[in-house]
């Protein structure tokens, strides 16, 4: 049996294997984006944050931030190293301890990078022209196609990992780990379809609080009309 929602001619599908492995989180589109490279209000918005957020890191703090280790925990259970497949909100704050910044990507990226900081949610946003018909998150089996961002060609995908899949087989997001060339949003992407995804140490109040945020700030930067699809709490 499956979950399902119906939205904007997309249907996401949650399995009640993934939901048992303890994934939460929601999925919502937005239409109608106007994505740019940067904003200057935006980057103020985004210097204070970190001003914020640095300051309360450490290697130790990141290794015993219960959010993050949930995600490793969800890694363990379909056999997959927490240590070698980092949760991108792990990866992130790593990189802002490293580096002091996050990396420029787009506007619309950088505004859930953030988001993703603030909260230790995994979040992640896909061109919805891009998605061949519906989204499924399931474990795999082995069979997909999976092109990871910033790769050359496709790589291999083991058989029981959990990840979103279209209808054409194809990967778009890997654990909570790598997204893909396919789906990646551009500055042409107008329109998308996002995960705010979090694990069993997060609550429904921690999920509307990421959630909420994503929205406000991408439609205070970028414009257009949020419709929430589906929430696994």
Not at 59 to 73: C, D
Not at 187 to 202: A, H, K, P, R, W
Request: charged share 20%.
């Amino acid at each position: 049996m499956t979950n399902q929602a119906i939205q904007d001619k997309i249907i996401f599908h949650v399995s009640d294997e993934v939901v048992a492995l303890g994934l939460k989180g929601a999925y919502l589109t937005i239409h109608g984006l106007k994505n740019k490279q940067t904003d200057q209000t935006f980057e103020a918005v985004k210097a204070a944050v970190l001003g914020e957020v640095l300051p309360t890191l450490s290697k130790e703090k990141i290794e015993n931030n219960p959010v993050l280790a949930g995600f490793r925990q969800l890694h363990e259970k379909v056999q997959r190293s927490g240590k070698k497949n980092l949760a991108s909100p792990e990866n992130l704050l790593n990189i802002l301890l490293e580096t002091g910044t996050l990396p420029q990507v787009n506007l619309l990226v950088d505004i859930y990078n953030l988001v993703s900081i603030q909260t230790q949610f995994a979040l992640g946003a896909h061109d919805l022209a891009k998605i061949s018909g519906n989204v499924h998150l399931r474990l795999t089996t082995g069979q997909e196609s999976f092109w990871p961002l910033g790769y050359s060609k496709p790589q291999g995908i083991g058989a029981g990992e959990y990840a979103y899949v279209d209808d054409a087989n194809d990967i778009i997001c890997r654990l909570e780990v790598r997204q893909v060339e396919k789906t990646k949003v551009t500055l042409e992407t107008s329109d998308c379809f996002f995960i705010v995804q979090g694990n069993s140490s997060t609550t429904k109040r921690d999920i509307e609080y990421a959630t909420n945020r994503l929205i406000e700030l991408v439609t205070r930067f970028c414009g257009g009309d949020a419709r929430r699809l589906f929430q696994v709490l």
